[in-house]
């Protein structure tokens, strides 16, 4: 799959990086500001609940982290995948193609399993998503943005593996 590219990274002020366990606390402010507490009533939300992300990535910027996003692992139906979200880019640094190179560094790290989340169809298609109607997420969520990146169309209950 291809991707509009990014600056060279040499000419990026920022880097996306592997989240280490000393960025939880500025991981879950960023995730905070971004979405305020109710993200916490979000079906979304139900999926985290409990579980260790497979996968974070973050974005440092002169040592501190603007950017970052998680793959948690779920089962839709009886098929192992994961889940992508939420992404978060510190307010000021949006449009700068952060939240592209965090959906990217989760692709990679899928390394070929599917990917579900719910967004935003238009921002997502491009990577490649598209709508996964078969999908029964945990609580109520619009249909139109649940999506899906992986082989098959995928069907059944989506819960935490």
């Known amino acids: 799959m291809t991707h509009a590219p990014l600056p060279a990274p040499d000419a990026l002020s920022w880097r996306v990086e592997p989240e280490a366990a000393a960025d939880a606390a500025a991981v879950d402010a960023l ?3 971004a979405f305020g507490p109710g993200r916490f009533a979000k079906t979304a939300e139900r999926l985290r609940e409990g579980a260790r992300p497979a996968h974070g990535f973050v974005i440092r910027s002169e040592g501190r982290v603007i950017g970052s996003v998680r793959l948690w692992p779920i089962r839709v139906g009886q098929t192992p995948a ?6 978060a ?3 000021e ?3 700068e193609g952060m939240g592209a190179a965090l959906v990217r560094a989760c692709l990679d790290a899928a390394d070929g399993r599917g990917v579900l989340l719910v967004g935003d169809p238009p921002y997502f298609g ?3 998503f598209r709508p996964a109607p078969g999908t029964l997420l945990p609580g109520p969520v619009d249909p139109r943005r649940v999506m899906w990146l992986g082989t098959g169309e995928p069907e059944g209950d989506v819960r935490v593996s």
């Open 93 to 95: 640094s949006r449009r």
């Open 89 to 91: 880019v510190e307010a």
């Open 31 to 33: 995730v905070l500001a």
């Open 126 to 128: 491009r990577f490649g």
């Open 82 to 87: 994961l889940f992508l979200g939420p992404i």
